[in-house]
């Protein structure tokens, strides 16, 4: 079992670290917002403990930032006696459970086995926009009965613009989550352009309800066209 400790007191973090070892977990330790973010988005753990008060970014924010880009491990937040608005800030980022500090050990080590006993919560079977339906099990993409033929990256692409729908996707996001190039570079632009276009045909073409979107200088948007007129009635 991997847990990340974000805390930025050193002492607590490595108590934690020691207390958390000697229980046979795996601990990593980061000591901003920013290091626990890039750790919890880039690595495999089961559960993060997250303090809310850090400098620079705080862990309500970190919280937040790793509920956007949909990473549902159960997150353990570490609050200061008091501060109540924390702690529902907290839980409506998207925490599993917190603890206020100062705590006693054993509390902080029943906390981490009860959130590891409810587990991860039930793995994503399909993703839905409109019509358009894509079984991640099968990796079978429906668009209203007709059944659309993709390549495996295109369909890695439309995943990702299914899983973030509603929001604009970057080409740069897309170079970092789905090609895993972290230097983005003007053939690899060309490379996401071609598979946007064909992406778009195969999904869009013959239909009167457009779901693949260009946004002009920021990148693409995979949302059910929608009719002004038919939002303020
Ligand atoms: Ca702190």
């Known amino acids: 079992m991997r847990i990340l400790v974000v805390e930025d007191e050193r002492k607590v973090a490595n108590a934690l670290q020691e207390g958390l070892e000697s ?3 795996s601990v990593t330790l980061a000591h901003t917002g920013e290091d626990g973010f890039f750790l919890a988005s880039t690595e495999e753990f089961d559960i993060v403990i997250l303090d809310i008060m850090l ?3 705080s862990g309500t924010e970190v919280l937040s930032a790793m509920r956007k ?4 491990v159960p997150v353990l937040l570490l609050t ?3 501060a109540v608005e924390d702690r529902v800030a ?3 980022a998207g925490a599993d459970d917190y603890l206020v500090k100062p705590f006693a050990f054993p509390e902080l080590s029943a906390r981490v086995r009860a959130l590891l006993r409810r587990g991860k919560p039930e793995p994503v079977l399909s993703l839905n926009v409109e019509d358009l339906h894509m079984d991640l099990v099968s990796r079978k993409v429906t668009r209203g009965s007709q059944s659309l033929d993709l390549t495996a990256r295109e369909f890695e692409v439309l995943e990702y613009l299914l899983r973030q729908q509603g929001r604009v996707v970057s080409r740069e996001m897309l170079a970092r989550d789905v090609w895993k190039e972290t230097a983005r570079h003007t053939p690899l632009d060309n490379v996401i352009d071609v598979h946007m276009v064909r992406i778009r045909r195969k999904v869009d073409e013959g239909f009167s309800t457009k779901l693949v979107h260009t946004v002009r200088g920021v990148g693409f948007l995979l949302k059910a066209e929608s009719h002004e007129t038919d939002q303020s009635s």
């Open 23 to 25: 229980e046979s977990y």
């Open 90 to 92: 907290g839980l409506d």
């Open 80 to 82: 200061a006696k008091d």
């Open 69 to 72: 880009r949909n990473l549902r």
């Open 55 to 57: 400098p620079g970014r």
